[in-house]
Each structure stands twice: as structure tokens, then as C-alpha cells.
């Protein structure tokens, strides 16, 4: 063997082994990524599904219950700070439930609710925590809380 083929030998070799170097082999993304992309996009919707469905069925629940909201709105109306500060209150519409915010726990036998409601001098939030017993809302607290001036009613319970 003379000396220019050891040469040309050394050289495909040489040549070879950094070919293997250059040649890897793909990552695990890059080769599954047309199957990993839908399913992941697929995950994210149900998920997101199940959180608005469960959110939507609390509202529809206090929706549908207006004896919930009216009552103590009628409590409300009997107090006399209430009066001094919000004046006559309104009758809450349906959107106004809808615009609130409502957790039921206790397989939809407790509920904490809170709603905007508006009086003839000023405007400010309910909020209302009530346990249901023997098919009625039994309330545990009932405050409104007004931005200006700055105040919180208590109507009914002791927080």
C-alpha cells in the first residue's frame, strides 16, 4: 500500500465517522409532532368544555331559583341603613344573575351568590350565603357592599 491510498483510506475514514456524527437521528417531537399537536389541541378543548359547562350550570341553577335572590332582596329592602344609603332597590332582572357570581356546593345545598343591585340614591353588590333545608334557602348572610362611600351592610348574619 503506497502512501497515496493510506491517504485516501485515512481520508474515508475520517470522512465516514463525521458523516455518523452529522446524521442523527430525529428527536422524539420532531418525529411525532403531526399526531402530538391534535390530541394536545383536542385535551385543551374538552378541558375547557368541562370548566364552562360546570360554571354555566351554577348560573342556570340560581337562575331558575328566583326565591333565592328575591327574598333576601327583600330582607334587604326592610333595612333601614339600606334604604338611607341605596334608597328604593329595584327588582333584579335575570341578566343581573347571570352577570353575578355563583358557587353551589354541598350537592347544590349550600350556595354563596353574589349580584349587583341597584337603588333609587346608589348602586352596590349582594352577596348572599344560604344553606337549603327541607326545600327552602335558610340564609346564613346577607350584606351589600357599596364602593362610594365605602361600606358594608349587614342585613342578616354576623361577619
Do not use: C
Request: without cysteine.
Amino acid at each position: 500500500m503506497n502512501i497515496k491510498e493510506s491517504e485516501s483510506s485515512l481520508f474515508l475514514v475520517i470522512n465516514y465517522t463525521i458523516m455518523n456524527e452529522l446524521i442523527r437521528e430525529k428527536s422524539w417531537g420532531v418525529r411525532n409532532w403531526k399526531w402530538l399537536v391534535p390530541i394536545t389541541a383536542l385535551l385543551i378543548m374538552i378541558i375547557a368544555f368541562l370548566s364552562l359547562t360546570s360554571g354555566l350550570m351554577s348560573f342556570a341553577q340560581a337562575y331558575a331559583e328566583p326565591a333565592l335572590y328575591e327574598n333576601a332582596l327583600e330582607k334587604a329592602r326592610q333595612n333601614e341603613r339600606v334604604s338611607e344609603v341605596l334608597g328604593t332597590i329595584q327588582p333584579v332582572d335575570k341578566l343581573t344573575i347571570l352577570e353575578g357570581n355563583v358557587v353551589y356546593a354541598e350537592d347544590h345545598n349550600a350556595v354563596n351568590l353574589t349580584f349587583r343591585v341597584t337603588g333609587s340614591k346608589g348602586k352596590g353588590k349582594m352577596d348572599i350565603q344560604a344553606n337549603k333545608i327541607d326545600g327552602n334557602w335558610e340564609y346564613e348572610l346577607i350584606k351589600i357592599r357599596i364602593k362610594k362611600p365605602e361600606e358594608e351592610i349587614i342585613v342578616l348574619g354576623n361577619e
